[in-house]
């Protein structure tokens, strides 16, 4: 079974510019996580998908960002305009609904760079 | 104060020895907890997780929670290089709608062979 899946894996912007970051589940889970973590701090939750539809978005920082999940598959984050403090890793994670213990599972993360 | 504190470490460990990772909360309405291990650029992995009271052993690796002192902790016996990572401890409220993962900063271990 494939793993959670993220791409790019590394994204280098110029401050101003847009940069949308793609996550895939696992399949057939219908929760999905985005985190954060920008360096030298934890990983921060930013928002939860159950299916297509935004459960908690309590984490995202500002309205620059804007995350989507079409049709409950696969979601999109996007970041526009990217500032300076945008710089982390993304990770996506999710887990199945109703599943034991709301285990999640992380996807490889994409490394944003804005400069 | 940080919802979830660990030491930073780095935490290092002969081969073979007991490693010793420990982590407070802040919300007492937490009720579940996770280890996640992160190897350098690599996806966090989920090892353990732990609910009630008490120790939870999974083959080299033991969970321990004690909720009146808002304290986890997880034990590697036998301690191999490959175990050499950061360790992640979060925790989840685990209420109706609210199952994010709140992580503490996260400790390095280093196995010395």
């Known amino acids: 079974e494939a793993g959670v899946t993220q791409f790019p894996s590394h994204s280098v912007i110029e401050k101003g510019q847009t940069v949308t970051l793609r996550c895939d589940p696992i399949?057939?889970?219908?929760?999905l996580y985005w985190y954060r973590r920008v360096m030298g701090k934890e990983i921060k939750f930013l928002l939860h998908?159950?299916?297509?539809?935004?459960?908690?978005e309590s984490g995202m920082p500002n309205n620059r960002f804007l995350a989507e999940r079409t049709g409950g598959t696969y979601s999109t984050l996007k970041v526009q305009p990217a500032e300076l403090e945008d710089s982390g890793v993304y990770f996506c994670a999710s887990s199945p609904q109703g599943g034991v213990y709301y285990e999640q599972y992380f996807g490889p993360g994409t490394r944003l760079t804005v400069t | 104060q940080k919802e979830v504190e660990q030491n930073s470490g780095p935490l290092s460990v002969p081969e073979g020895a007991i490693a010793s990772l420990n982590c407070t909360y802040s919300d007492r309405g937490s009720q579940s907890f996770f280890w996640y291990r992160q190897y350098s650029g690599k996806s966090p992995e989920l090892i353990m997780f732990?609910?009630?009271?008490g120790d939870k052993e999974d083959g080299r690796f033991t969970a321990q929670l004690n909720k009146a002192s808002q304290y986890v902790s997880l034990l590697i016996r036998d301690s191999q290089p490959s175990d050499s990572a950061t360790y992640l401890c979060?925790?989840?409220?685990?209420?109706?709608?609210?199952?994010?993962?709140?992580f503490g900063t996260g400790t390095r271990l280093t196995i010395i062979p």
């Open positions: 732990i609910y009630s009271n």
């Open positions: 979060a925790v989840n409220l685990a209420n109706f709608g609210n199952e994010k993962l709140t």
């Open positions: 399949s057939g889970h219908d929760n």
């Open positions: 998908f159950v299916k297509e539809s935004k459960q908690d």
